[in-house]
C-alpha cells in the first residue's frame, strides 16, 4: 500500500478532531460533513469528484486526504519511493488543475486506516461499495486504486 508520508496519529484514530471532523447532521437524513482538512483537500479537485464524495458522505463518514498534488509534492513521493510518477515525464492524474483524483480514507472510530490491518482493509472495501453505488447513481465511471496491484492504493479514486 502507498505510504503517503501521513503517519497514523491519535487525532484520526480516537478523538474525533475538529480538523477531520465530521458530525451526523440534523434532519432526516442520515449523513456526515467534511470536516476543514476535507473541505481544502477538494478545493481543486474536479467537480464530477466532488459531487461523488458529497453523495458518498451522506452515507457513510470518511476523510479526504489529497486532491490536487503540485509537481513538488509529487516529485517528493517519487523520490521517496511512494510513487511511480516522477509528474514531469509522466503526469499523474492528481496532477491536473483541477485534480482528477482524491485520496480518502474511511473514518471509524478505533480503526486506524494507514496500519495496514484486515480491519483497516475492510473499512476501505465498505467505504468502496458507497462509491461504487454512488458513481452509479452520478453515472461517473471512476477507477478505484483498491483493485490495482502496482501499487495497491486503497484511498484512491480517479476519473476513468
Ligand atoms: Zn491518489
Redesign the pocket.
Known sequence: MVDYGYTSNTSVNSNRSTAYGSEITKGDRMGYKFGRRSKQALSNVDQQLVKLCEEVIQHIDFSVI?GHRSLERQKELFDEGNSNIDGVTEKGN?NYTPSR?V?VVPYKRGTNPFDGTERAELEYYRLNREFQRASRKLGLAVTW?GTWNDPL?Y??YELA
Open positions: 489529497e492528481h483524483a485520496d486504486g492504493d484511498p484512491h
